[in-house]
């Protein structure tokens, strides 16, 4: 049986890791340009955490954080998970009782306790959290790098057999009688039993051209970080942040900076001629957090901006399609990070 994998993002080589395992050479990964260059993993903040809306994801997002943390075994790399843990800030005009009683219903599953507005500001030194309760602290969570764990997944993957083909581009799914036969790249045309789709932003593109039919529809979305730097701040083990209110979310970084973000709302923008600065959301981001945190524009140290595919309902499509030995894995919404290698395991189960 011969296997595809369209796309070496996070997704991709993650579900490249998990095949291989068993089908060796009979994996073959391919990517336009070169892995983990393109797409949302190139700038995902790597914030990896257990706190979710459904007892499903936070399942998923426990066995990832364990591969991750595990790294080592699973992918024959070092670790490079950094435990920070991870604050969600708790604005006043939430109800505080609720809170806790959210805290105290997840306490068999993950390691949650509530902090108030003094514990957060000692534990993220030069903010201003008047406005706020406190937060939930997520003691277990963390950030890892996503190009290492991409590049790392892949290499493992070509270990045990499978095959990397980089600046290959899927041109199109071909199929016959409702049976997939292979992909048409701009350099060849190779022949595939199964398919596995991990093209983010590029899906909707590529299976237009296929003439197959998505389960949901995708719309891409840009996703911007602003990068600060102080140097009379020190960052070591400030733990990540996810704050609903203000919806700033963001990390420290190895090079002693802060990494803060906010959700655009630049949708349904072409992968392939995307505008590489957006001032606005930049000063959108600024504004944001300086009321938060003690910064100016001169600690403004650059921006990381990119893109990738949204579900109407953020949940992702991870799913066989009507066509025989076509799969999706794509739409995880700037979240598919924490996710892959749980993600990597449901694909490798309905394979099989």
């Excluded at 997704?11 to 095949?19: C, M, P, T």
């Excluded at 997002?61 to 998970?81: C, I, M, P, T, W």
């Excluded at 996503?146 to 070509?158: E, F």
């Excluded at 102080?230 to 090079?255: M, Q, V």
Aim: charged fraction near 20%; hydrophobic fraction near 35%.
């Amino acid at each position: 049986m011969k296997i595809i994998i369209i796309g070496a993002g996070i997704i991709g080589a993650s579900i490249f890791n998990e095949l291989t395992e068993k089908y060796k050479n009979k994996v073959t990964i391919i990517e336009q340009g070169r892995v983990s260059e393109l797409g949302a993993t190139s700038v995902s903040g790597g914030i990896i955490r257990c706190l979710n809306h459904s007892s499903e994801l936070i399942e998923q997002a426990q066995y990832s954080l364990n591969k991750y943390k595990n790294f080592k075994e699973y992918a024959d790399a070092e670790s490079a998970f950094v435990e920070t843990g991870c604050v969600y800030p708790i604005h006043i005009k939430r109800n505080i009782e609720e809170v806790k009683s959210l805290i105290d219903e997840l306490d068999t599953q993950i390691n949650l306790e509530f902090i108030d507005q003094f514990q957060l500001e000692k534990l993220i030194p030069n903010t201003n959290w008047k406005d706020y309760h406190g937060a939930i602290f997520e003691k277990g969570a963390g950030y890892f790098c996503p190009k290492y764990a991409t590049k790392s997944l892949i290499n493992y993957g070509a270990k045990k057999g499978g095959n990397v083909l980089e600046h290959t581009e899927c041109i199109k799914i071909l199929h016959h009688d409702n049976q997939i036969q292979g992909i048409q790249t701009d350099s060849q045309i190779i022949e595939a039993d199964l398919v596995i789709i991990c093209g983010g932003a590029w899906t909707s593109q590529l299976a237009l051209r296929s003439e197959i039919d998505l389960p949901k529809t995708l719309r891409t979305k840009a996703i911007q970080m602003a990068k600060f730097k102080k140097d009379n701040f020190t960052l070591e083990n400030i733990p990540a942040f996810i704050d609903e209110n203000s919806g700033l979310y963001g990390r420290t970084s190895s090079l002693n900076q802060l990494m803060i973000g906010i959700p655009t709302n630049e949708w349904d923008i072409e992968p392939d001629n995307f505008p590489l600065q957006n001032e606005d959301h930049l000063s959108k981001i600024f504004t944001a957090a300086h009321s938060i945190w003690e910064l100016t524009l001169n600690d403004l140290n650059g921006h990381i901006r990119m893109f990738d595919a949204y579900t109407d309902d953020e949940k992702p499509i991870v799913q066989s399609s009507d066509l025989e030995g076509l799969y999706w894995a794509t739409g995880f919404s700037g979240g598919g990070f924490k996710f892959a290698p749980a993600i990597a395991k449901n694909i490798s189960q309905l394979i099989n």
